[in-house]
Structure formats: structure tokens, C-alpha cells
């Protein structure tokens, strides 16, 4: 059943586990998810991208997750839309029946330029009135997503800026992290600690000096009524890195966002954590395996199939380390 955003951060809140928020396109990954959070028992928070929505097109993006609702109608399901970049976009989404918004007010409309303190609390606080409104949960960001190692922003896969920014500007501010809430009261918080959107995060495990997990816990102290969310949240495993090189990839070396610093998070206060990049990898790791074992095979049932359960072992993996299992 299609149910708030609010309503599963609440509950994962009272009984401290996060809930991975994964990043849907198209039919075999609406369907991983699914299968995966059945298997474990996991609430499901299913997000489209604004470039999801344009992939798949809106009706078949809506039609998907109706879809995932009728066939599992014992499971909770939020319907999220990911980095709104402007209150317009929101509304869109809102029109289209999702039931959580995301309104990304860190950066402007033409989501490169570095929005000032005042835009982002206006166009959130913008989205909040009308969200509330039809029970719509709604999430904000504060901060600039980006790598402490190179001072850039996250501009690898087209959003974000590719200026090079500040410490301030590439860590949340508890402080005015709790002035933002009041003013605008919406429901979530995206927090920048030096997490990056894509595969290339980090050159080398992260540790305290580029990754600040330790921020979280100041952070959530300042925020009793609100939910932390941790955006480029991929592990990206080495070993599906390895297995793409193998059959023809040219991945370059990189590291992602260690499981146990997630977990680390969680115990920190966060509950929400999106992921998008990880079953990018997964499926095509394993598409590629299967092509090139099976040079003669051109269904592309046969290679979508190990492509989505990949996903599936994924999610399922994602779901039982942050906790989920048996919470739906
Ligand atoms: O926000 C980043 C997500 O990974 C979505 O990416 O815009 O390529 O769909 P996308
Ligand atoms: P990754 O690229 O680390 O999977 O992050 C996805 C994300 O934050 C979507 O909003
Ligand atoms: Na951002
Ligand atoms: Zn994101």
C-alpha cells in the first residue's frame, strides 16, 4: 500500500534502523526491489530522478509503481521523488500521485548554480505548503553534495555544480541545519559530509577526513522532529567493479561509501539512504558477464534476468545491513 514518507521514517526512528531509498528507471528494477524487500520483509521507498521520469516517461513511471503496489499490497511502498529542482517539479510529482517529494533548494533551478541560504529556505518552505496540504511528505537539502578531497562538487553524472566550493559549502552546519527546519518544517534533511553522487566518490577508502560521519551526531541533536537522509550512498563493491573490467569494462579504480560507516550513520540518527549507483553496477556486471559467456544469446530477457537479480541480491543485502528485515 502507497503510504507517506513520513509514516516509515517515523517508524524506522522509534526502532533505529535506516531504509535504503533506491533509484527505480525502469520495469526490472521496480521488480528487484519488490522482490527483495518480500523476501526480507522491508518497508519500500521507491524514488524516480527527474531524469527517470524523463527515461521512462511519467505514465509508465506512475504505472510501475502502481504496478509494485497492486502485486505486493502487503508491503508499505513510498513513492519519492528524487532532487526536485524547483517547487514546479514538486508539484508535478505530486500531481502524478507520488507521496514524498524531494524540493533540492541547496542549488537553483538550473541545478548548477549554488543557491543562497534564503532561496533554499523559500522554495522548501514553498513545498512544504503545498505538500502538507495533501499529506505529502516532503524532503530538503542543506549543503552541497561533494568530494572533500578534490573541493568539487558532484557534477559527474550532471547534477550539481562543478565550481570549486568551501568547506562550509560541502558541510551541513548543525546550527543553521536547525534554523532551516523551523523555517521551512519539512519532514527530512539531505546532509552534505562529503558524500558525491556517481561511482567516483573517493580515490581511496574514506576515512574521518574526507567522510564526516561523526557531523551526523551534532547535526541530529539540533533536529528531534526530523529525519536525516544521506544522498550518494553507494558502497560501490569492489568486487562488481572487478567483474565489470573482466568482461569488458573500463572502470577506473574508486571506492564508495563503506557499509559500516552507513551503519555508523544510522546509529547517528540517519534513516533514509539513497542509492542509485550500486544496482547501476550491479546489473551491469552481470549483463555483461552473461553476454559475453553466451556471445549466441539476443533475447534480452536473458540478459535482463541475471541483470535483475543482481539487483535484487543487492537490495536484499542493502536491506538486512541497515536493518529492515522484518520492519514492514
Ligand atoms: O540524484 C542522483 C541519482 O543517482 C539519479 O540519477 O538523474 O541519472 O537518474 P539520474
Ligand atoms: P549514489 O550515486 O551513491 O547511488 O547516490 C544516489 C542518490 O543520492 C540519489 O539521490
Ligand atoms: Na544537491
Ligand atoms: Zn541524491
Not at 25 to 33: G, H, I
Not at 194 to 221: C, M, Q, V
Not at 233 to 243: F, G, H, K, R, T
Request: proline share 4%.
Amino acid at each position: 500500500a502507497l503510504v507517506s514518507m513520513r509514516e516509515l521514517l517515523d517508524h524506522a526512528a522509534v526502532n533505529g534502523y535506516g531504509i535504503p531509498a533506491f533509484n527505480v528507471n525502469n520495469l526490472e528494477q521496480v521488480q528487484a526491489v519488490m522482490e527483495a524487500a518480500k523476501e526480507v520483509g522491508a518497508p519500500v521507498i521507491l524514488q524516480a530522478s527527474a531524469g527517470a521520469r524523463k527515461y521512462a516517461g511519467e505514465a509508465f513511471i506512475k504505472h510501475l509503481i502502481a504496478a509494485a503496489i497492486e502485486t505486493y499490497p502487503q508491503i508499505p511502498l513510498v513513492m519519492h521523488q528524487d532532487h526536485g529542482q524547483s517547487p514546479d517539479v514538486c508539484q508535478g510529482a505530486m500531481n502524478l500521485g507520488f507521496s514524498s517529494v524531494m524540493m533540492d533548494g541547496s542549488l537553483e533551478a538550473d541545478g548548477k548554480t549554488i543557491a543562497s541560504y534564503d532561496y533554499n529556505v523559500d522554495v522548501t518552505r514553498k513545498v512544504v505548503d503545498m505538500a502538507h496540504k495533501l499529506g505529502v511528505t516532503v524532503e530538503g537539502e542543506l549543503g552541497c553534495l561533494g568530494s572533500l578531497e578534490t573541493m568539487q562538487g558532484d557534477k559527474e553524472d550532471g547534477h550539481g555544480t562543478d565550481s570549486v566550493m568551501t568547506m562550509d559549502q560541502l558541510l551541513t552546519d548543525p546550527e543553521q541545519a536547525a534554523d532551516f527546519v523551523k523555517r521551512t518544517q519539512l519532514d527530512a534533511l539531505a546532509i552534505a559530509i562529503g558524500t558525491s553522487h556517481g561511482a567516483y566518490k573517493f580515490t581511496r577508502k574514506p576515512t574521518g577526513d574526507i567522510l564526516a560521519i561523526e557531523r551526523i551526531k551534532e547535526i541530529n541533536r539540533r533536529l528531534p522532529n526530523t529525519h536525516l537522509v544521506m544522498h550518494g550512498s553507494s558502497s560501490v563493491p569492489q568486487d562488481l567493479l572487478a567483474i565489470i573490467n573482466q568482461y569488458g569494462g573500463q572502470m577506473k579504480e574508486t571506492y564508495g561509501v563503506p557499509v559500516e560507516e552507513i551503519q555508523k550513520a544510522i546509529q547517528f540518527g540517519v534513516r533514509k539512504i539513497n542509492i542509485d549507483t550500486d544496482i547501476r553496477l550491479a546489473m551491469t556486471a552481470a549483463a555483461r558477464k552473461f553476454l559475453a559467456e553466451n556471445p549466441d544469446k539476443f533475447d534480452a530477457r536473458e540478459w535482463l534476468k541475471p541483470a535483475r537479480a543482481a539487483a535484487q541480491a543487492l537490495c536484499k543485502q542493502r536491506y538486512i545491513e541497515f536493518g529492515c528485515e522484518g520492519q514492514a
